[in-house]
């Protein structure tokens, strides 16, 4: 505690001023009786290979909507707003379902995967997609989320590796406070095994759950289960993810990489095809070339900011987040920055990964246990000694900034920590009980025509419409050029993109 409140008094207003941020985030378009759409990308919203702030994530029917880089978390979600409302006039009918876990889904090879053209990286993308597919099923590609992208200047790499291993150690703290999927579709695990329990005919839950968009049922895969990845220096995690891209693993070796029509299965037979299939609840980034590879860029450049991946949508907001959940997010990452942040080890990495599974099942059981160092402690406990210590931080920063928002969300999570029905997913399953009989679609669908109805009468003006028309119609342009460009076969530029050469050589700034 002392170092913390040291190293926040040696940082200066300015600094604090300019913590930048964006967001992204996913959503299944959805008919307007709850079902997948299965239409394509809507030809108003531009080129899903190059727009900016509108793209698919696995699906045609998974819309990402990006932010840029905002100083001002009221500007960030100024943006936010607006490409909603753009997405909400173009899609029609269709609506952007408001849950982390999907709608009534169709039969696994029924759904869509994204298209992005003719060019050999819009191939790959797809190529990637139909791999994805074929490793953990098409379902589980299907979960949406929130990522939350942040940075500080002055922050060298090895200081955002001490960030990420504590956040690790602390992100429980976000699943119990913000999840909000303690309840999904049966259809989303028809013929598999599980643990949930029955609602009723057509949902299941866990009655303590908070977040099983980030449990056993969710972003999870025995295979990479076993990549006991290290945080501990840049080196470390890049050794680690480089044996991951480019060994072989035998049971996608068995799939293949094309099927014996020729049409390729995926991009590669490796634990990863690429970086973005590593799974985690954090992940230090660093905008990248084009035809740049992400390890390549971290290598070379050093870490530029961090991404935050372990947050649900919020079906009670209409944009899936709020500004509060922003600042408390602030407060976290920089209570994770300014404390001493001990060494991983193999030990702790397998106990924070029985932690987030804890959480994510049971974390409003009062009486939850979690690993912290070998011994077992409360989860409202661990959480209330964070929040303590987080309160310097809220003071500085409303010092900066003005006002009280950043205290407001501290005390908004301490209530929390006192009272589980406060939650976002307890909050969830109280609603479902009382009013739509026990469904998670029939709760999920009303808060997504709540949304849809609050953003479309929200007037948009003449300039910011037609700043999005003229970005799509760009966007189209570029994936043209892009196409015109390409002079490589296909399988040529996959050989040459995943060669283990364009990983880098290890050598990196700070």
């Known amino acids: 505690m002392a170092g913390l409140q040291q190293r926040l008094r040696a940082l200066s207003p300015e600094t604090l001023k300019h913590i930048r941020r964006g967001i992204e985030k996913e959503s299944l ?13 809507p030809v108003a919203l531009g ?66 995967l994204g298209i992005y053209g003719s060019s050999n990286v819009g191939r790959a993308k797809s190529v990637y997609r139909m791999g994805l597919g074929h490793r953990y099923g098409r379902r589980m590609q299907m979960i949406s989320g929130i ?54 005919r057509h949902t299941l839950y866990m009655p303590w759950g908070t977040s099983l968009r980030m449990g056993r049922l969710g972003y999870q895969s025995d295979a990479q289960a076993a990549l006991a990845v290290s945080y501990n220096n840049l080196e470390s995690y890049a050794a680690s993810l480089q044996e991951a891209l480019t060994r072989p693993y035998p049971s996608y070796t068995a799939v293949g990489i094309r099927n014996p029509g020729g049409d390729y299965n995926q ?15 954090i992940r230090p980034k660093r905008v990248i070339f084009p035809g740049e590879r992400p390890l390549h860029a971290l290598r070379q450049r050093g870490v530029e900011y961090v991404e935050v991946r372990c947050l649900d949508l919020n079906p ?4 899936g987040i709020d500004a509060q959940t922003v600042r408390f997010i602030d407060l976290l990452l920089l209570h994770c920055l300014l404390s001493d942040s001990p060494p991983d080890t193999p030990q702790e990495i397998a106990a924070l990964g029985r932690n987030q599974h804890l959480v994510a099942a049971q974390g409003r059981d009062p009486d939850l246990m979690l690993d912290r160092g070998g011994k077992a402690v409360a989860l409202t406990e661990w959480g209330i000694e964070v929040l303590d210590e987080c309160a310097a931080i809220a003071v500085a920063l409303d010092g900066v900034h003005g006002g009280s928002a950043y205290r407001e969300a501290l005390d908004s999570a301490f209530a929390a920590m006192r009272e589980a029905c406060e939650v976002p997913s307890a909050r969830v399953l109280a609603a479902m009980t009382s009013n739509f009989d026990n469904s998670y679609v029939d709760f999920t669908r009303a808060q997504s025509e709540l949304a849809r109805s609050a953003l479309s009468r929200l007037p948009l003006p003449a300039d910011r419409e037609a700043y999005f028309q003229g970005m799509a119609q760009q966007s189209f342009e570029e994936q043209k050029r892009i196409e015109a460009a390409d002079t490589m076969p296909f399988e040529a530029f996959r050989q040459a993109y995943l060669s283990p050469s364009s990983l880098g050589d290890g050598s990196h700034g700070s």
């Open 316 to 319: 009670f907001v209409h944009v």
């Open 47 to 112: 080129s899903a290979l190059t727009h900016p702030h509108v793209t698919t994530d696995f699906s045609e029917a998974q819309l990402e909507l990006i932010t840029g880089v905002h100083e001002s978390i009221d500007a960030c979600f100024d943006e936010l707003t607006e490409i909603h409302q753009v997405v909400c006039r173009a899609i029609g009918d269709e609506m952007l379902w408001a849950g982390s876990m999907p709608c009534h889904l169709p039969t696994d090879e029924t759904i869509p």
């Open 29 to 41: 378009r959805v008919e307007a009786n709850g079902k997948l759409a299965l239409t394509p990308h």
């Open 147 to 200: 990522h939350y992208n942040w940075s500080m200047p002055g922050v060298s790499t090895e200081a955002y590796f001490g960030l990420i291993r504590n956040f690790r150690r602390h992100s429980f703290l976000l699943l119990y406070l913000f999840g909000a999927s303690p309840a999904v579709c049966a259809s989303f695990v028809a013929g598999r095994q599980h643990e949930l329990q029955s609602l009723n």
């Open 267 to 281: 991009l590669s037979t490796s634990l990863l095809q690429i970086e973005n299939e590593f799974y985690g609840t």
